[in-house]
């Protein structure tokens, strides 16, 4: 399509806008803001879409404000080998008017000539590709959508092998993809109802499995149980075979009883013949084992009583020892009665001698301590002469220190008076003095006073003199006080007295240490008492006990007569001693003597004992003797010995002739096998029970199994098997037929698609290529684009850097948006072909761009229609060989 | 003296291919068979039926499927003398000797155990299997020591393959024929009715030894299955030599089992496919087994799949023999023009279709014949892409 000519009337704020366009080339249509550029691709928009009559809301906008004209639009185009000029009023008096001049001329009006100017751009025109090369101001600046425009796909085929092919090639694609949905999802992963269906062949599989296996159980049960039938009726005929052998033995041993009733018989009789000989040769024995106790019993009884003659004199003699053992004993005990009684008299005089010096000690201690004790008063008495103890001498010396330092207040308080004057006479309380070379100090000390050359001075002390004065007669009156009290004379005296009480007071501790060191360890009243009861029992005239003492009771002669007595002591002491191991000895002897006669005692009961016991012994040995003699004496009465000997050979003989049956008859037996016929007998029987026993056990099997067969025999097995044969052969059938029909969808699919994108693969190129050519007008020679399969430009390489679309720049994006448009205007161009249409587009880009841009639209012009709208000339000044058309406001 | 000969009426029967409710209607027709051979027993005058053995399919039938036989003995009116198989032999299984069976059969069914059978002034002897595996031809056993008697008329019922007849080797149990008709022609025996072979067969040259095969078919390859036999031997009496026995064969079976081999390489072809499916007599139940060889175009093939698609709603069952059919689809440029594609959609068919026929191009270039029997060698990928240009046939062609 070529747009010749544009004319719009009363459009929109356009009152007249006519253009004429270059039909190849480049036309840059120059006008103001506003006055209507855009005006014009919407009125040629009208003119082809709307109906004169519309009142569509872009129709109704183009009305122009307050003029009553109508809006009119005409354009003069070339479709193809159609050329027409179009024209539509609208608003008032809407008319469309159709002059088609060639390539033979044709009139139409009104709807008419709107459905036929359709029919031929229909027929010429990729109308949708004229809309998708547009660039329209106000418009998103984007790539043109140029997928699958037929004419497009068209041009592009004509440089290619391969068609892109249109609507029903795409539609036979979306039906493929849709029947490849029905099979497989979009991740190619097989549905679940193809799963399902394995799952239903596999299914299948096994409930035949299972059921065959049932089958052949039921057929392994069913030969099993035609064994055990078999078996049965064997088992049977040989249970019958047993009972009959079993009665055949128990017959045979019937009739071999008589045989073993004999030989039973002639047994019993050799066991009473037997018994009855070992009788009579008991009865022997018994006979001969009487005469021999009595003899036994004779010469007992002899022996007894030779026992019992020894005993007695055994007796006798032990009579005779008792008796002297007795005599040896009364000595011994005179002899220590003797000397017990000595012992008693050496004790006693001892014990006096012991007394004594006792006594003597505890006098010697007495009158120590009596010593001491008198000291010891001395002493305290002396100390009590004493007052001034160490308090009161350092009260005194203190009072003496008071009156001192009182004094010397006094003193120092009191005035002192220098008298010079040698020569001079003084009077004072003292009395009178003569002052010597030096001068006579005096103090005036309270009351003092002296008198010279008939002047007397006294001192007026000062109160604080006088008070001083008065401290002083004070300590001096206390310490006179206490030194009376003390009774001593002033300090030294008081000392003097310490000193004495002191000395007092360390004599008395002298004589109390003495006393205390008498009385330790001595209980002195246990002494006094022993003193005064030996005076008591022995007056001082009595000398016998001790050698006595003088009546002074000095301690040096009792020392003396103490030591005697001890002498004494000890050899009393001595002879005691001596008594007591004499007596000891004697003690001894009366022992012996006592145990030997005890001895002798207790032997001579013992042999009285013997006595009585062998006595004894012997009278019941007699008692025996009779007793048994008199019981062989009844015995013979019975049976004398003779006939007992008799009846024992008789019984011998008698035991042999049993025994002699007894074996023969068991001979007889033995020959007649009825040993042996017992035991078939027992066999037999054994037989016949083992057979009932496994007869029992078949049938019972064979219940068993005829239970099992008739209740598996009802379930219909093999037609369940049969089903579940066909059921799984329809399973897998479908199973396979499923897979069939999604292997073809798939196959199809991906055949289709894999053509279709080779196919458009193949036709991208040349639209690339174009545009490539196109680029490096713009970016310089060693520009890339890429092209994606939807024909978006998808990337711009540009010195080695490749970028995405969407992450160029304004300025570029701008520039391959053209450029796109012009390279697909450029290969479309031809008959289908539509012009392209910039409005007011390369506002991002920078002059050298600029540049390059208008060599690229002038290549473009040089095939194709290519329009541009602009309110800014400069911008496409370098278009070579464009044409300007101004339009006017 | 009539009597009829039947055989293998293997009730309880099912076959995988039948759909559950076209084998429920050829499960019916096979007790309807006993029926109806009661009819015909009864239209000519027959004295007794015998059955040569495989009366019930197995000894684990169901039920239900004993009552029904039962149900429709009852409907017999004549004495029925049934013979155990090897598919219902006697043993501990057995569903003739079992319990209910004595139980439930009417009085006028009995079952052959061996023992001879005194019935409407015949013996009738039998050779019952009594096992699955038969170590012995119990034919012979059954007819051992066998001596013709005047006036004895006597008839032989017995199962199994008999020798020099197909079998590829004869076994320990197959029945003797040569010792069989020695006794036809002394005289000792005057029919011997077999079972075992389901298409009705004269054996040997007496004329009295006869299969009379299954009543109803019970697969493809039979030859002539669906009757039964009515033995006339005469009346007893009429003159020696005994008159020639005369079998007449009546057909009571209404199903069908048929075998069918096409090639299709045209739209010719392709009708007279159409045809012969069109014409098959009682479609509901005929089972037939298709085999399709040949090269199609697409649309041919879309054809012959819906062809075969409304066969199968009518027929008791179709199957097609996979192992002996062979389409190939072969798209033209008609085809593909017709479908209105162009560019890549085309190039893509294009691109299919030679994959559709790679294999056996590459077999061709190796020098092959291009497949056996008529079958070019396929690959799963050929297979592939013709089931993918026939979905694109359908798909494009959706409009």
Known sequence: MRLLRLRLESFRGVAMHEVELAPTGVTVVVGDNEVGKTSLVDALDLLLDQYDSSRHKRVRQTQPVGQDAPTVVEAEVRAGRYRFTYRKQFHRQPSTRLVVHEPAPEQHAGREAHDRALEILGEEVDLPLWRALRLQQGVPLDQADLEARTSLAQALDATVVESVGGEREETLVARAEAEFGRYWTPTGAVRTEGRALEADVEEGARRVSALEASVAEVERVVDALGRVRADTAAERGAGERDVAALALAEARVEALREVVRDAERTRAELAAASSAHALAEQRVAGRAASRGRLVEVVEEVAERRGTAEVAAQDEREAHERVAAAGTVLDEALEEQARRRSLRAAVARQEEQARESAEVDRSRGLVSRHDEALAAASAAERALAGHRVDDAALAEVESLHRAWTAASARAGSAAPVVLLRGPGERVITAEGEHVVGDDPLELRLAGGSWFEVGGIRVEGR????????????????????????????????????????????????????????????????????????????????????????????????EGADAGAVTRAAAEQAARALRGAEEALVAAGQEVATATSRHESARAALDLAGRRLVEARAAADAAATRAQLVEAELERERAGAGDEVLRARVAASADDLAA?????????????????????????????????????????????????????????????????????????????????????????????????????????????????????AAHVFGADVRVDVGPDLRIASRTLGGVTVPFEQLSSGAREQLAVLGRLACAMLVSGGSGVPVLLDDALGYSDPQRLDGMARALAAAGESCQVVVLTCVPERYRLVAGASTQRLRG | MR?????????????????????????????????????????????????????????????????????????????????????????????????????????????????????????????????????????????????????????????????????????????????????????????????DRHSTTEVGRTGRVWYSGAPEPTDHDELDPGNVLVVDLGEPGEGTPRPPARVTRVRVGRWSFRRTHLEVASDEDVDLLEEVLASLPDKSRTALKLSVVGTLSLAQKARVDALLEHAADLLGALQVWERRSELVVRPDAVDLDALGLTGFAREAAEGLAVRAQAAAAADLAAGGTGGERGRPPVTADAVAAQDALSLLHRLAAAG
């Open chain 1, 461 to 556: 002390p000062t109160p604080e003199q006088q008070r001083a004065e008065a401290d002083e007669r004070r300590c001096a009156a206390a310490l006179a006080a206490s030194c009376h009290d003390l009774g001593v004379e002033g300090l030294d005296g008081a000392m003097a007295g310490a000193h004495a009480r002191r000395a007092a007071q360390a004599e008395q501790d002298r004589a109390r240490a003495a006393l205390q060191q008498l009385a330790a360890g001595e209980d002195l009243g246990a002494a006094r008492r022993r003193v005064t009861r030996w005076e008591e029992a022995h007056p001082p005239s009595d000398d016998r006990a001790a050698p006595g003492r003088p009546a002074d009771g000095s301690s040096a």
């Open chain 1, 658 to 774: 049993a025994e002699r049956r007894a074996a023969g008859a068991a001979d007889a037996v033995r020959e007649a096998g009825v040993e042996g016929a017992e035991v078939e007998a027992v066999v037999a029987r054994q037989r016949r029970d083992d057979g009932r026993k496994r007869l029992r056990a078949l049938e019972d099997e064979s219940g068993a199994l005829a239970a099992v067969l008739e209740a598996r025999g009802g379930e219909g097995l093999v037609e369940e098997l049969a089903e579940a044969r066909a059921a799984h052969e329809r399973a897998r059938r479908a199973c396979v037929s499923w897979e069939r029909r999604a292997t073809a969808a798939r196959t199809l699919r991906d055949a289709l698609d894999e053509a279709r994108r080779e196919a458009h693969l193949a036709y991208v190129e040349p639209l690339r290529a174009q545009l490539q050519r196109l």
């Open chain 2, 3 to 195: 009597f009829l000969h039947t055989a293998d009426w293997q009730l309880g029967m099912t076959r995988h291919y039948l759909s559950p409710e076209a084998q429920a209607r050829s499960t019916e027709a096979r007790f309807e068979a006993v029926r109806a051979l009661g009819r015909v027993a009864r239209e000519h005058g027959c004295a007794f039926v015998v059955v040569a053995g495989d009366v019930l399919e197995t000894n684990h039938v169901g039920r239900d499927v004993v009552a029904r036989a039962c149900e429709a003995l009852a409907e017999v009116p004549v004495p029925v003398l049934l013979l155990p198989g090897n598919h219902d032999p006697l043993d501990a299984g057995s569903v003739l000797a079992s319990e209910r069976f004595r139980r439930l059969a009417p009085s006028h069914v009995q079952v052959l155990d061996g023992e001879p059978v005194e019935v409407a002034g015949v013996q009738v002897l039998s050779a019952p299997w009594r096992s699955k595996r038969p170590v012995e031809d119990l034919a012979a056993r059954a007819c051992a020591g066998l001596v013709p008697e005047p006036g004895v008329r006597r008839v032989l019922v017995a199962h199994g393959a008999v020798q020099s007849f197909g079998a590829a080797e004869p076994g320990a149990a197959t029945i003797d024929l040569a010792a069989l008709e020695r006794l036809v022609d002394a005289g000792a025996l005057d029919a011997v009715c077999l079972g």
